[in-house]
Each structure stands twice: as structure tokens, then as C-alpha cells.
């Protein structure tokens, strides 16, 4: 047995040979990070496989010409040429490995794998091509396997070093001499580890032709079948890959845009309230670092739905796209503008000041007066901005918003087209209370925090109590009981009104089967019933469902209509008088004399009752102005065949001059204040005269 002795000169040189192509081949992958040569990348790529392929051959060739052989040899070019070609396609896979954006650790185990196993087999095919005079060559298992071993874990380390680092190859020496002595040397260890794997066997003239004639043909038919396997096996897994990476970009391109669309609005693509929590997030943290201030301008387009009722919605959408660009072409770099509602803008001012909010106001104001042509249509509008400056006014985005928007209103109470500075006033501070009542509503109504208290109205003949009227209070867990006057306008602008309403006329109904039970006469109950209730779809048949649950006389029940209320749509409100009034309620007309057209229509509402205003009856005097005109409306009235009940009589000289003047009931605190069903009866009625 015959074992391999080297020309050390030409290891040295194998190994330098290995050093200078693969810093060639580091230096052509460099190519393929940088944008200037992706149009290129296909080319690099090959040509860096290429000469990658070359520096593995090449180490190869160098190191059978640095080994004495035991005899004289020859090439079989054939194999020769299938080891280069192993090499290539290995080299190139592991090129375009790293290329790729991820490299996940069963990608990177693959292409060790393949990198690798391509190493071995350009070795191992090549020696196959080694022809030797009556020479047999034979393999050490243990030290062909450790160099196998040696070539697929240098390839992997090489291959996660190289695309770790790729993007600092270029800029670090250092990285990218060790890279190329990792590869150089896993090249290098791979070969002599095989080569020091061989030894050498004689054999006779005859057996080696006989052995040539018979096994050559199956060697060269198995190597060209296995290279053709890792070719396959190769340019399928980068065809994977390739759609793999193809999908994954999609992916990313979809998440992209829904990340998008998550903080964009979908009409105008600004940004919308999303985006506007992270970036006040952002802009209140860098302040921490620098004193400037921040200006919100909060902008809302005047008379908007006008043009929505008139032109239509589409046009209306087209003047906020409009109107978005317009003011979004203007914009300086510290500026941004955003949507935060149906025809609200909010314009951010990074590093302002009072005078710079004041100019940029004034010239966003110029910009929306400018008219916009939309589908041969000359559109005309104005804005009114509001202004709350950080941290002056607020040191969060929800009180910064809040009294941007009390300012705006301002502005709009000013007259419009106009802006207004944030001024912490009483009545600003009254809207926020109002707000908060309003919040704390919704969960009254759920719990049903509220108590009817019972107004007594009396006869002006002889003083008796002929009705009552409930009156609705709030018992607020916090602030105790509060008037209507403090939640009603927030339950109707909330709708909170209508099951409030339907609540107070199934407490009335109640009351009054108890009084009809125990023959008490407190009859009619009233119930005042809002505009929103008594055009509301269900109004009918939840009376009908009341007057069957509780059993009662429909005419103990009167409902209380305000007198602009019935006049806001006179032909339904005659058409709902005349169905009640079938259905056996009593009807009346609150705060007469305070709407319009009323003598005009008087005389078509189906009524019973008559309640003039309070504001006729405070300043009232023997023969004063306001004794004249109710003179004229009890007469009037009187003649319609209607009751007159008098409002908010509180002195005996009211009493009297209503009295004489012919009105039938009085009710006031004159008489009877309100109170709680169990008090009703404790009132005493004395009159001074």
C-alpha cells in the first residue's frame, strides 16, 4: 500500500491559488447587494458561480500537481470536466442563497448540504478521472466521511457568515479577508483531507485493463447520473425558492398596504385618527427633548352637508378630495394634515408659535374660499378653524382635540370663515360638564335612575286639583337630583330621549291605575313628550301595549305637546293629533305663544287644552302689555272650545288678573311645586289675597 507525498511549494500555492480566486469570487457576489447592478444580477450571479466553481477546480488541479504520485498518470477530461460543472452548480445555489433576503436555518442546513456534498463530489469525481499505470486506488471510509464533514460544515458557516455580514463586506476589509480565508480554507481542508484518504495498491497490466473494460462504464454512468440528480435536486429547490420568495414578497407587498390602509383615510389617503395617535405619541416624546410648541388646527367646512343636499354626495366627496389636495400641496415640511371626520381636517404645526398658527389659519382659510370646479360645477365654501396650542392648552391629544373643537365652534359662532384661539371660559367648561352628563346618561337609562315628580294644576273657579303633570327628574348617583333642563337637550341630541320618554309614560300609566284602584282624583296625568318621541314609529303601539298592560281609561292619560313641535310638520302632527284623540287621550298645547303661525292653525289642531307660556305670566301687571295679549288668547281660545291653563303662576296678583281675565286652570309654584307621588297629598292650597 502506497500512500501520497506533497511538493509543500505547491501547497503553499494551492492554498494562495484558493485565497486569490475566492476573494475574487467575494469581491463579483459584492455586486449583487448593490442597487447600481440589480438590472445586472442574473449575469453576476452565474459569473460569481462561475469563478467560485473555479477557485474549488482550481485548488483541486494544484493539489493532484503538488502530490508524488506512485506512477505515472493521465486525465480522463470527461471527468474531468463533470467535477467542474459539480462545482459550478454548487457555487452558484450557494451565490444565489445568500442573495436572498431571509435565510432561515433550514435554508441555510440545505445549502450547506448542497455546497458541501458539491465540494466532495468536484473531489471525488475528479480523482475518479485520475488514470494510473498498474495502480488501484482505495479510500479510507473514516477520513472520505470527516472530509464530507469538513466540507459541509465550513460551507454552512461560510454561508451564514457571508450573508450575515453582506451588507458590511463592502465597507469592513477585515470581514471580507476573513470570509475569503473561511472559504479558502474549508476549500482547502476538504481536498487534502480526501487526498490524505487515498492510498495506492499494484496490480497487474491485465486486471487493469480487464477492470477499466468493465467497471469504467458503470463509474462513469453512476457519476453522471449523481451530478444530474444534484443538478435536478438543485434547480428544483431554487425554483421553490424562487416562487417561495415570490410569494413572500406578495405577502409583504399586502401587509404593507393594509398597514397602509389601517391609518389612511380611504376617500382622501391622508392620514386619519390612527395615525394621529402614533404620531402625537411621537411628536409629545421628542418635545421632552426640545421647548418648541405644537399648534392643532381643528378645520371644519361650513354649511357642508348643504352642498351634499344640493349637488349630491359624490360631489361632495370630490370637494374633499379637492380640498385635500389643494391644501395638501401647500404643506411645509413641518406641517401635516390629516382627516378625522366626515368634513374635518386637523393641520398639525411642528415648532409653531402663536403668530405662525395665526399666518397659517389665516392662508388655509384662503385656500378653502378659492372655488372648486367639480363635474362643470362652481362650488363655493368656507371653513372655520379652531386652534389649541401644546402644551399651553393641553398635554394630551384628547383635551388638545376637545378644545381645538370648542374653539372652532367659537369660530363658528363668530360668524364663520373665521379662526378662533382656545380661551378656557365658564361656558366651555359647562360644554365639558355637559359632556360628561351626557356620558353618565347612557348608564342612567340602563339602570333607570330616574323619578317622576307629579305638578298639581288647579281650577281657577275654586282652587281644586284638576290634573296633574309628571315631570321627570334624574337621580345622579354623584350629583343628586337633577331638573330637566340640565339632561334633556343631551338625551335628544343623544336619542336617549325616546327610551327615557317611554319609560315616564309606563311610570304615568302605572300611577294611574293605582289612583283609579284607590279612587283617588288626580286625573288627567300629563306627559310631555319631546319632538323626537312624538314622531317616533313606535309611539302608537307602545301606548296601545301600555293601556292593555295596565287597564286603564285612556282619557286619565294626557300627552303634552311644545307648540313648535307641533308646528314643525303641521300636516303629520294633525294626522298623530287625530289618532291619539281616537285612541281616548286627552291633548294638549305647551308653551303657547312662544312658536309661529300659531293663530293659523290653532283652529285645525285636534286639542283639549291650551298652556300659555311662563314668559306671558312673570312680568305680568294690571294693564300691562302682556294682561292685553293674553286677554286676546283666552278669549280665543275659549271660543275653539279649548281649556286655557296658565304657566308658572308664583304671586296672588297673577292668580287674580288670570282669574278675571277667564282662564280655567292655574298652575305655578304658587300653588303647588313638584313633588313625589307620596307628597301629592300633603298640599295645602292657601291663596293671599
Excluded at 398 to 406: E, T, V
Aim: aromatic share 10%.
Amino acid at each position: 500500500m502506497i500512500h501520497i507525498h506533497y511538493d509543500f511549494s505547491l501547497i503553499v500555492g494551492s492554498i494562495i491559488v484558493a485565497i486569490l480566486v475566492c476573494y475574487l469570487a467575494i469581491s463579483i457576489e459584492q455586486l449583487l447587494f448593490r442597487e447600481l447592478f440589480q438590472k445586472y444580477k442574473k449575469i453576476l450571479l452565474v459569473i460569481s458561480g462561475f469563478v467560485l466553481g473555479a477557485a474549488i477546480w482550481c485548488t483541486h488541479l494544484v493539489g493532484i500537481l503538488a502530490s508524488h504520485l506512485p506512477a505515472t498518470y493521465s486525465s480522463d477530461y470527461r471527468f474531468v470536466f463533470v467535477s467542474y460543472i459539480i462545482a459550478f452548480i454548487a457555487s452558484t445555489f450557494a451565490v444565489w442563497l445568500i442573495t436572498k433576503e431571509t435565510l432561515p436555518f433550514m435554508r441555510l442546513i440545505l445549502g450547506a448540504l448542497l455546497m458541501g456534498l458539491g465540494i466532495s463530489g468536484m473531489h471525488y469525481v475528479g480523482m475518479m478521472g485520475l488514470v494510473l499505470g498498474q495502480h488501484k486506488i482505495h479510500y479510507d471510509p473514516l477520513l472520505t466521511l470527516f472530509s464530507v464533514l469538513i466540507a459541509i460544515s465550513g460551507s454552512g458557516l461560510t454561508l451564514w457568515l457571508t450573508f450575515k455580514y453582506k451588507n458590511a463586506v463592502y465597507k469592513l476589509i477585515h470581514i471580507k479577508l476573513y470570509l475569503v480565508l473561511m472559504m479558502a480554507f474549508t476549500i482547502v481542508a476538504m481536498h487534502y483531507t480526501g487526498m490524505a484518504a487515498m492510498s495506492f495498491d499494484s496490480i497487474h497490466t491485465d486486471q487493469l485493463v480487464s477492470n477499466y473494460q468493465t467497471g469504467q462504464g458503470l463509474i462513469l454512468f453512476t457519476i453522471v447520473f449523481i451530478s444530474s440528480l444534484i443538478l435536478i435536486a438543485t434547480f428544483c429547490v431554487a425554483v421553490l425558492e424562487q416562487r417561495l420568495e415570490a410569494r413572500n414578497k406578495q405577502l409583504s407587498k399586502v401587509n404593507r398596504e393594509l398597514a397602509n390602509r389601517a391609518v389612511e383615510d380611504n376617500l382622501t389617503k391622508l392620514p386619519n385618527r390612527l395615525f394621529l395617535a402614533e404620531y402625537s405619541h411621537f411628536l409629545f416624546t421628542e418635545h421632552r427633548y426640545r421647548d418648541d410648541k405644537i399648534a392643532f388646527l381643528y378645520i371644519d367646512l361650513d354649511r357642508f352637508k348643504a352642498v351634499n343636499d344640493v349637488f349630491g354626495h359624490h360631489v361632495g366627496d370630490q370637494l374633499l378630495v379637492l380640498l385635500a389636495t389643494r391644501i395638501h400641496s401647500k404643506l411645509k415640511a413641518n406641517e401635516k394634515l390629516l382627516r378625522i371626520g366626515g368634513d374635518e381636517f386637523l393641520m398639525v404645526l411642528e415648532r409653531a408659535t402663536i403668530d405662525t398658527a395665526s399666518e397659517t389659519a389665516e392662508e388655509v382659510l384662503g385656500w378653502i374660499q378659492d372655488s372648486f370646479l367639480i363635474a362643470g360645477k362652481e362650488i363655493n365654501i368656507s371653513s372655520s378653524i379652531g386652534i389649541a396650542m401644546y402644551p399651553d392648552h393641553a398635554n394630551n391629544l384628547q383635551d388638545l382635540l376637545i378644545n381645538a373643537d370648542a374653539a372652532m365652534l367659537t369660530s363658528k359662532n363668530q360668524g364663520r370663515n373665521t379662526y378662533s384661539f382656545f380661551n378656557f371660559t365658564a361656558d366651555q367648561q359647562e360644554a365639558k360638564s355637559q359632556t360628561k352628563l351626557i356620558n353618565d346618561l347612557y348608564k342612567a337609562v340602563e339602570e333607570q335612575q330616574f323619578v317622576l315628580f307629579y305638578q298639581p294644576k288647579f281650577t281657577t273657579k275654586n282652587r281644586e286639583i284638576c290634573g296633574v303633570e309628571a315631570l321627570i327628574r334624574w337621580n345622579h348617583p354623584n350629583l343628586g337630583l337633577l331638573p330637566p333642563n340640565m339632561f334633556i337637550p343631551g338625551a335628544e341630541k343623544t336619542g336617549l330621549i325616546i327610551p327615557m320618554g317611554y319609560w315616564a309614560l309606563e311610570q304615568a300609566c302605572k300611577q294611574i291605575q293605582i289612583w283609579e284602584r284607590n279612587g283617588s282624583n288626580y286625573f288627567p296625568v300629563a306627559v310631555n313628550l319631546s319632538a323626537v318621541q312624538f314622531e317616533h314609529k313606535h309611539l302608537f303601539s307602545t301606548l296601545e301595549g301600555l293601556f292593555q298592560k295596565y287597564q286603564i281609561k285612556p282619557h286619565h292619560l294626557a300627552i303634552e305637546i311644545t307648540e313648535s313641535t307641533a308646528m314643525h310638520h303641521i300636516d303629520a302632527s294633525i294626522r298623530c293629533f287625530n289618532r291619539l284623540r281616537q285612541m281616548g287621550i286627552k291633548l294638549a298645547i305647551d308653551d303657547f305663544g312662544t312658536g309661529h303661525s300659531s293663530f293659523l292653525y290653532l283652529k285645525n289642531l285636534p286639542v283639549d287644552e291650551l298652556k300659555i307660556d311662563r314668559e306671558f305670566i312673570k312680568d305680568l301687571a294690571i294693564g300691562s302689555k302682556d294682561e292685553m295679549i293674553l286677554a286676546s288668547i283666552i278669549q280665543l281660545a275659549i271660543k275653539l272650545g279649548l281649556v286655557v291653563t296658565a304657566e308658572g303662576v308664583e304671586t296672588p296678583l297673577q292668580a287674580e288678573i288670570l282669574t278675571r281675565l277667564g282662564c280655567q286652570q292655574l298652575q305655578g309654584y304658587l300653588l303647588g311645586m313638584p313633588v313625589k307621588v307620596d307628597h301629592l297629598e300633603e298640599i295645602k292650597y292657601t291663596f293671599s289675597s
